[in-house]
């Protein structure tokens, strides 16, 4: 059995995240990453999946560590952040 941790990276503020306008509404974000979830469930049920979505909590990259497998997603406005990868990778 396989632990795996899927990753999507925080979005960085602009006009088109609508960050703040998201605590008005009482959200954390306003297009959640649907290919995450669907990764997950199309992995066999014998490994653990654990989806992280930065955009709606911090990343724990002890976690990330721990893990055999970690996957990151993201667009290429993402592309500052998913240096985080870099980070998490170098750390073990």
């Given amino acids: 059995m396989a632990d795996i941790v899927l ?9 088109w995240g609508l960050e703040h306008a998201l605590k008005l509404l009482g959200k954390k974000c306003n ?11 199309l992995t066999p049920g014998d490994h653990c999946v654990t ?4 955009n709606v909590e911090e990343i724990d990259y ?5 893990a055999d497998i970690v996957g990151l997603t993201g ?3 993402q592309r ?6 870099r980070w998490s990778v170098a750390r073990g």
Avoid: K, Q
């Fill in 31 to 41: 297009l959640p990453t649907a290919c995450l979830p669907l990764l997950a469930a």
């Fill in 75 to 77: 667009m290429s406005v």
């Fill in 80 to 85: 500052r952040r998913m240096g985080c990868s």
């Fill in 51 to 54: 989806i992280v979505d930065e």
């Fill in 7 to 15: 990753v999507n990276p925080r979005f960085e503020v602009s006009y």
């Fill in 62 to 66: 002890d976690r990330l560590a721990r």
